[in-house]
């Protein structure tokens, strides 16, 4: 049974950083494209990130270009987002999730049916 687990969020000052890591076990990632999701409440779950099994191609929403990277390292089973210029619009749970292919739908891993718990991430002064 394949296990996420988020870890890395907490309370920043607008303009801040932060460094979000998923851990998987279960399974090797290196055969699976593997991307971030946000939430908040009364909204719908965003498609923040994805990257491919090599990392050749990474996607992301047009609300976090040029702010937030995607990475892995397939040898620990673990990707990361790094989030920088955080605004408070980008306070939310943020999850990751596995696809059971190696293909990015845009910023979302195609049909992924493997999730962690979330992470909450504040943004706020």
């Known amino acids: 049974q394949l296990q996420l687990v988020e870890s890395g969020g907490g309370l920043v000052q607008p303009g801040g950083s932060l460094r979000l890591s998923c851990a998987v076990s279960?399974?090797?990632?290196?055969?699976?494209?593997i991307g971030w999701f946000r939430q908040t409440p009364g909204k719908e779950r965003e498609g923040v990130s994805c990257?491919?099994?090599?990392?050749?191609?990474?996607n992301y929403a047009d609300s976090v270009k040029g702010r937030f990277t995607i990475s892995r390292d397939n040898a620990k089973n673990t990707v990361y987002l790094q989030m920088n210029s955080l605004k408070p619009d980008d306070t939310a749970v943020y999850y990751c999730?596995?696809?059971?292919?190696?293909?990015?739908?845009?910023?979302?891993?195609?049909?992924?049916?493997?999730w962690g718990q979330g992470t909450q991430v504040t943004v706020s002064s």
């Open positions: 999730a596995v696809s059971p292919y190696n293909y990015c739908s845009g910023a979302v891993p195609r049909n992924a049916n493997y």
């Open positions: 990257i491919t099994s090599s990392g050749d191609t990474t």
């Open positions: 279960g399974r090797t990632l290196a055969y699976y494209a």
